[in-house]
């Protein structure tokens, strides 16, 4: 695969992201409806920060811009030094590929692959050869307690271990950001809590987090909480 070619730049080295005056819209038939209103934020290498909003506010469009999956309108994007808002596709593909692991609400498993075939996927993508691939994942495997669990599908398992496969996956590269969206939206309470216990354990162990939520309780086991409302950040 291409190499990310979006330079590093020194002067923003200091956060893992920092985004400058961020303004995104949509088009509604003549109308440009403004969604991300002058965001400025920033995230510290090894911080977890929970973004808390009600549906409408803004946040899943800040989250796909954060994942590289959407372009702002305007403004300054930097994502472990490298300046996003200057990427091309290739570009964007690499980043997401390589400095995001992405932890989705309905866990985006393949259903036909086993655990290990899931996991291993974004080493793949990367060019790695199959058996290194496994290697690399074991560990993983074993710390998120899916050992006894590597040959089932996931129709075979719990929501809560669905979850931890898909934590594997997002882990498994070593991104710059773990980006969680709604990730104990599809759980029972207990499987939720099981879930928060784990990024706070992951945090403790380095991993830059960055979750979206619209539950205050989810939002309460982050470090820092950052409210959307309007799209408009406050802390």
Do not use: W
């Not at 596709?89 to 995001?100: A, C």
């Amino acid at each position: 695969m291409k190499e990310i070619q979006a330079e590093k730049h020194p002067d923003h080295m200091e956060h893992m992201i920092e985004m400058i005056h961020i303004n995104k819209g949509y088009n509604l038939g003549e109308e440009k409806v403004p969604v991300l209103k002058n965001i400025c934020f920033n995230v510290d290498k090894g911080e977890y920060v929970a973004i808390l909003g009600p549906s409408g506010s803004g946040k899943t469009t800040l989250m796909n811009i954060i994942g590289c999956m959407d372009v702002m309108d305007s403004g300054e994007y930097y994502l472990n030094g490298r300046a996003i808002h200057e990427a091309d596709e290739d570009d964007l593909t690499g980043v997401r590929n390589k400095e995001i692991g992405f932890i989705f609400q309905n866990y985006q498993l393949i259903p036909t692959y086993n655990v290990v075939q899931n996991i291993i996927m974004p080493l793949l993508m990367r060019g790695y050869h199959h058996e290194e691939a496994e290697k690399m994942c074991t560990e993983t495997i074993k710390m998120l307690g899916l050992s006894h669990r590597v040959d089932h599908k996931p129709n075979e398992l719990s929501g809560g271990q669905k979850q931890r496969v898909s934590i594997a996956r997002a882990l498994v590269g070593n991104p710059a950001i773990l980006l969680a969206d709604e990730p104990t939206g599809a759980l029972d309470s207990a499987s939720g809590k099981d879930v928060l216990k784990l990024f706070q354990q992951l945090n403790e162990m380095g991993n830059t987090i960055v979750m979206i939520t619209h539950d205050l309780n989810v939002a309460k086991s982050a470090k820092r909480i950052v409210r959307i409302v309007d799209g408009q950040l406050s802390e």
